[in-house]
């Protein structure tokens, strides 16, 4: 009886084709840094730093303002591809702080505000995720730091 299979395997080393790969990475790079972009802006308004205040967070007047400034200059790194490894460990700093304070999902009763609360919490892991993976795997093509060398 012959043991070998008749489907033919796949290829465990496939890549998109080289033309593709540039304009995805840069979409995604984009995708990934929107979201530090449009609410780094927010970390600076009085609002932003007394719901702050409310949830426990120190300092929060300092703290606040710093957190948008991370966001910022990690959004901006990553989206432009400039020190993007560096930018990176930002979001995760960012992230690291912001996660945990923001998002106690434990601690609520409300059963559809515990729900969102955890789905915020997860989505920040899955962030440092990613931004983990930039800090380690850089920015890619068609960017500031491919440019360079």
């Known amino acids: 009886m012959d043991s070998s299979s008749t489907i033919p395997a796949r290829s465990q080393s496939s890549s998109p084709t080289p033309g593709a790969a540039p304009p995805i990475v840069l979409l995604g790079r984009l995708l990934f840094a929107l979201i530090f972009l449009m609410s780094g802006p927010m970390h600076f308004s009085s609002q932003t730093i007394a719901y702050a205040a409310s949830q426990g967070v120190p300092l929060a007047s300092i703290a606040v303002p710093l957190s948008g400034v991370l966001a910022l200059a990690g959004g901006l790194s990553i989206l432009l591809g400039f020190h ?3 930018g990176a460990w930002l979001i995760v700093l960012f992230l690291a702080g912001v996660t945990p ?3 106690k999902f434990w601690g609520v009763t409300d059963q559809m505000m515990h729900q969102m609360q955890f789905i915020m919490f997860m989505k920040n892991v899955s962030m440092i995720g990613g931004a983990l993976l930039i800090s ?3 920015s890619g093509p068609w960017s500031l730091d491919a440019r360079r060398k």
């Open 84 to 86: 993007a490894r560096i």
């Open 136 to 138: 380690q795997l850089g």
């Open 101 to 103: 304070m923001m998002h």
